[in-house]
């Protein structure tokens, strides 16, 4: 019974490149959640998401930042032109439904050198 | 909107002795809430949850937490804890309905050790 994964674990970019976090939610379960975890910020809820439609993306900055969630395969929060400051732990999570709890992901560790 | 406050960052503790990790929650709304536990470079991993029903909630790991509505609080309780519980621990709140239906708020987290 594989819970929620994510890849890659840890991440290294230089500035201006692209990151591409995946998560695969855990069987059974149509909603993700991604959350960043900053050192001196804590955990942040990013983004909300089921199959194809974006719930709740307040989380998220306006702008280098996009997720989806297609219809087959793993959910994708992708960051353009990454700059020091995105360097952080991002956390994939997932419910089977609105309001019921998360399970979580062991995280991307993403550096921007 | 939802807040969460962890009253203490950091809680030393001797093995095999009570603790207490306190959480407070501010809401204008019906909440759930919960408590994760995350080790070092790891993910989070629920601990327990108050969804409805009896105040008193038990979890893993022999932990519990009860739900004080007047006291907008959701205190983490454990009577003998092991070194093995050593790690950091996040309050969570979550919003009933509404439009912030789902997403999760978590407090600054309160680091537990436990010396020997």
């Known amino acids: 019974n594989a819970g929620v994964m994510q890849n890659p674990r840890h991440l290294v970019r230089r500035r201006g490149q692209e990151a591409r976090l995946r998560c695969s939610p855990m069987?059974?379960?149509?909603?993700v959640y991604w959350y960043r975890q900053l050192p001196e910020e804590g955990l942040k809820f990013m983004v909300y998401?089921?199959?194809?439609?974006?719930?709740?993306e307040s989380g998220m900055p306006k702008e280098r930042f996009s997720a989806e969630f297609p219809k087959e395969g793993p959910s994708i929060l992708r960051i353009q032109q990454v700059v020091r400051g995105d360097s952080a732990a991002y956390f994939c999570?997932?419910?089977?439904?609105?309001?019921?709890?998360?399970?979580f992901g062991p995280g991307t560790r993403l550096t921007v050198t | 909107a939802q807040s969460v406050t962890q009253l203490d960052s950091q809680v030393p503790v001797f093995e095999e002795a009570p603790v207490e990790l306190r959480c407070n929650y501010s809401?204008?709304?019906?909440?759930?809430l919960f408590w994760y536990v995350q080790y070092p470079n790891q993910g989070l991993q629920l601990l327990l949850k108050?969804?409805?029903?009896?105040?008193l909630v038990k979890g893993i790991n022999g932990f519990e937490a009860e739900f004080n509505k007047s006291q907008t609080s959701f205190h983490l309780r454990k009577p003998s804890v092991h070194i093995s519980d050593t790690a950091e621990y996040f309050c969570?709140?979550?919003?009933?309905?509404?439009?912030?239906?789902?997403?999760?708020?978590f407090g600054q987290g309160t680091i537990l050790t436990v010396h020997p």
């Open positions: 998401l089921q199959k194809e439609n974006i719930i709740d």
């Open positions: 069987k059974g379960h149509s909603h």
């Open positions: 809401s204008s709304v019906s909440v759930y």
């Open positions: 969570a709140v979550s919003a009933s309905g509404g439009t912030s239906y789902g997403k999760l708020t």
């Open positions: 999570a997932s419910s089977q439904g609105q309001g019921r709890e998360q399970y």
């Open positions: 108050y969804l409805s029903g009896s105040t």
